[in-house]
């Protein structure tokens, strides 16, 4: 359950706070709208990462047994990739701004549809969250579903917590997106290591009990 909690929250937190097209499009809803108009935008990856996340595990439940290894461990070496560009990002003192995502209606739908057509999720669930999620299920029903629900609580809460903080306080500015960068970076970097540590044990058990 532990586990389930870590990678749930940990994998959420640094996804919302990580720069991509739908935090661009909340800032910029946030300067356009006003920050209590932007709040429900928050809910927006509980609309549209339901058909991804049906597709991604209806294709996992028919893969090898084993696959859910090499997924675990490439999901593993995917994070590892995006903090380091993260790093790189803070590095060169460039945190995502309020205008680089351009204008569009701050509609709840509308921000479910950046976030859908938003390569993130995808890469999200195939990677890291559907084989964790198949891992879980495994074990219990109970543990997927928790695992689920904390990644989804987390990342709804963060992006509302954002969106609140860029538009009624000045922690946002510039040095806090930036900082925001360096935290998802390590994050990110954190659950990596974990995922491939864990995938290597278990790689060395199965073969182990072959």
Known sequence: MTENLIIGAGFAFAAAVQPGPLLAFLLSKVTENGWKRTLPAALSPLLSDGPIAVV?????????RGMDLVLQAAGGVFLLIIAG???RRWKRGRAISSTDGGSAPGTLVQAAV??????GPYLGW??????????AWDRSPASAVVLIAVFYAT???TLALIIFAFGATRFLGPSGRRILVLVSAVTLAALGVYLLVV?????GLMGGGG
Do not use: E, F, I, Q
């Open 56 to 64: 991604v595990l209806v294709v996992l439940k028919r893969l090898p």
């Open 85 to 87: 560009a993260s790093y």
């Open 114 to 119: 950046v976030n859908l057509l938003n390569p």
């Open 126 to 135: 195939s990677l890291v969250l559907g084989p964790a999620a198949m891992s």
């Open 155 to 157: 990342m709804v809460t």
């Open 199 to 203: 995938s290597l044990v278990r790689a």
